[in-house]
């Protein structure tokens, strides 16, 4: 492939062409970047309120839109690492007055859990440490769900596809009817060739179907409760309709 801005043009090695300045063109440059940005670690360089969060902006700005329109009681995360997600969502709830934060993770690293306990938002935000796929912990994030309230869920710990499916199984009954239970990071299949993922992961190439969109799409393919639905963009007065994003067909929500 070759990048041509003078001539505004992106030529394949087929010889066929699509313009640069284009929506398609936005589509194959933005592509690129998400493969590159992860290969370089970029999305390790942002922080939410003084914790890192190990996200894209795309990703969460689109989220905060979600969120926002949902006002949601309840926003459950899996996979604290160090906190920066569970600090986002609560600061969003705390501006609209309303919800709390629950956030699963198999281990909570003592440093990670003394700063977000001394956060500003800490009252907004309940811990649990197990796996998120256990009966107990579960059911321990159950329970502290109140009646009638709206919640969603955001899985964004381990990342296979059997794990994933686990916890779309498991945490998609407390998911309410015009929710989502998001599946992050479905990238994985189209980062496989990328040298650090080459250098990093032994097992890379199982990364094609072992990873967080497959298992999105097979859990909708057996649960009719649930389909795979990207939310409308609120505001748009570009040509672009797509979202830049790790989170490919990651928006599962809840039709009935």
Known sequence: MHIDPKKGMITFDDGSEVALYSPEGFRIISDLWIKVGWD???????????????????????????????????????????????????????????????????EIRPHNRKAIEEHELSPLITMIEGSSVDSGVVGKVRELIPGGATVLVILDSNHTHDHVLAELRAYAPMVSVGSYIVSTDGSMEYLMDSPRARKQYPKIDDWAWDNPKKAALDFVAENSNFIIEEPPFPFNEGAINFRITHWPSAYVKRVR
């Open 40 to 106: 370089q670690k970029h999305l390790y360089s942002f922080t939410w309120m003084g914790r890192p969060i190990i996200q894209i902006p795309d990703d969460m700005v689109r989220l905060q839109e979600v969120i926002y329109q949902l006002k949601p009681d309840v926003v459950i995360e899996t996979g604290i690492a160090h906190g920066g997600g569970l600090i986002f969502y609560a600061s969003l709830l705390k501006a609209m007055g309303k919800g709390k934060v629950i956030g699963v993770d198999i």
